[in-house]
């Protein structure tokens, strides 16, 4: 078996346009989503705007958990809030930056059925997800101990 590069002159699969596709509206959708969603000022706890629970983690130990304040950075970043977007959580403002960057790219893919600039690939795509995992554990650890 063979492995074939893909060129910007190689067509994609149906399936992977339809999978790009599908990811570029999923998260056009949680932009929109998050955007329509009043910032709490507590600095987590936005999600509670959508139905969702209390986060289970901060409910039993009183400590936020590495995921709380998302959404919150979300809605702050998305109203043009940097400093309070990165101060509820800056793992989650990296992604939703992330978000906004990936979400046109995936969609324009998927539209023209060719990549377009970048061939993703696992190398690149690991550090980026590890050093997202690295910010996102050390600004847990500096919310936790300055609350």
């Excluded at 990811?23 to 139905?51: F, N, S």
């Amino acid at each position: 078996m063979t492995n074939v590069v893909l060129t910007s002159q190689t067509k994609l699969r149906p399936g992977v346009r339809l999978l790009l596709a599908v990811a570029g509206v999923v998260g056009l959708a949680l932009l929109i989503t998050a955007r329509g969603l009043e910032p709490d000022p507590r600095g987590y706890g936005t999600h509670e705007q959508l139905g969702l629970t209390p986060c289970f983690f901060q409910a039993k130990t009183g400590y936020v958990c590495p995921a709380c304040g998302t959404t919150t950075a979300w809605a702050h970043l998305l109203r043009g809030e940097i400093g309070q977007a990165a101060s509820a959580n800056l793992g989650g403002t990296l992604l939703c930056l992330a978000t906004l960057c990936i979400v046109p790219w995936l969609l324009v893919v998927a539209l023209i059925g060719r990549w377009l600039g970048i061939h993703p690939s696992w190398p690149p795509l690991l550090v980026i997800g590890t050093a997202w995992l690295g910010v996102t554990l050390l600004d847990w650890l500096r919310r936790w101990v300055l609350g």
